[in-house]
């Protein structure tokens, strides 16, 4: 049984998002009707070797000529060197404008192949398979691609909406437990944006998705994607409501730069859940919401298994973070912009022309 949530507004055409098992196996059928030419699978070196056969297979069962291009696994991917050898391989392989890319893989292929796909001449289609929870819940919806550079993550990119995204619950079963929880992050993150009940339901019974329950993860990437796909579809480019979504990345992406994009000091998941607790502690020593609440989520976070303070990601010093936040992509007229909230399921956007309660709150959360 699947399930589809439609995304789309007035500003892109309209998508689907299709969640259930064995996907995989039925793409060729599903990818058909936008197939007009070939299509050329771009994924990395692992997901490759494990679902790459599958989704081949699949395909040209259907009758679609295709071939899978690899790039190296990780964020490091995520890079101009990466984008401009994949950028030549489409042009080596002679695509055109009735041609479809199709990302097969996490975030980074899904943001690097997407990007890849606005910039080939001018646009061409492209189709969304990730295989990561947190690419299902998040970032293979809703048309953001980018790729990172040295001053901060997501910099340089372009909004490209993909033409179908295949969510298939039964890859989740081949991540490392790590990675499972980095994408538990991003579901827990749509519960605390707007959805008090969800994010009561992924604290109790809910709860088994995060060590990889088949059905408990099905309810929580539909609900997700339904999540997101609402906020999407009524603001595209993030002109207002679709910057809530970026709860926990302000303080995550800081994080993260200051890491160096290292995955094996924090995965990018866990840093938005950091990130989430950071909002909601701060959010409370402002008076904007209920120390409970703060509370609450810690306790919920590290009960999947995810980092709460700053400690347990190693040592920073508080200007170099808020200096990595002023650089934020949201970030106006050198102040800092935050996604913070009243309560649970009630995040909102603040812009801060003075950091200095930022500063002082991350000095008072252990850094230097």
Partial sequence: ????????????????????????????????????????????????????????????????????????????????????????????????????????????????????????????????????????????????????????????????????????????????????????????????????????????????????DAEALTRAVIRSVEIKSAIVGEDEKEAGRRALLNLGHTFGHAIEAELGFEEAALAHGEAVALGCCLAFRFSAGQGLCDPVDAARVEQVVAAAGLPTRLVQAGRFSAEALLGRMAGDKKAEGGGVTLILAHGIGRAFTQRFSDPAPILAFLRQEGAA
């Avoid at 975030?107 to 796909?117: H, N, S, T």
């Avoid at 001018?122 to 001053?151: E, H, M, N, W």
């Avoid at 499972?180 to 008090?196: F, M, Q, T």
């Fill in 1 to 212: 049984m699947t399930t589809v949530v439609s995304v789309g507004g007035g500003t892109f055409t309209p998508y689907d998002v299709v969640v259930g098992r064995g996907l995989l196996h039925e793409a060729g059928a599903r990818i058909a009707p936008f197939a007009r030419g070939r299509t050329l699978i771009v994924s990395d070196e692992t997901v490759a070797a494990i679902h790459g056969p599958a989704l081949k297979s699949s395909l040209e069962v259907s009758g679609i000529r295709t071939e899978i291009v690899s790039v190296p696994a990780g964020e490091a991917s995520k890079s101009f060197a990466e984008l401009e050898r994949l950028m030549d391989r489409l042009l080596a392989a002679g695509l055109d404008r009735k041609d479809v890319v199709v990302a097969l893989g996490g975030g980074v292929v899904g943001d690097l192949a997407g990007l890849a796909a606005a910039l080939y001449m001018r646009g061409i289609d492209f189709i969304q398979v990730p295989t990561t929870l947190l690419a299902q819940v998040d970032s293979s919806v809703g048309g953001k691609t980018a790729i990172d550079t040295p001053r901060g993550k997501n910099l340089v990119g372009a909004f490209h909406q993909p033409r179908l995204v295949l969510a298939d619950i039964d890859v989740l079963a081949t991540l490392p437990p790590l990675q499972l929880r980095s994408g538990w992050a991003e579901v827990l993150k749509h519960g605390l944006i707007c959805d008090a009940g969800f994010f009561d339901w992924l604290a109790a019974d809910g709860a088994a998705g995060a060590t990889g």
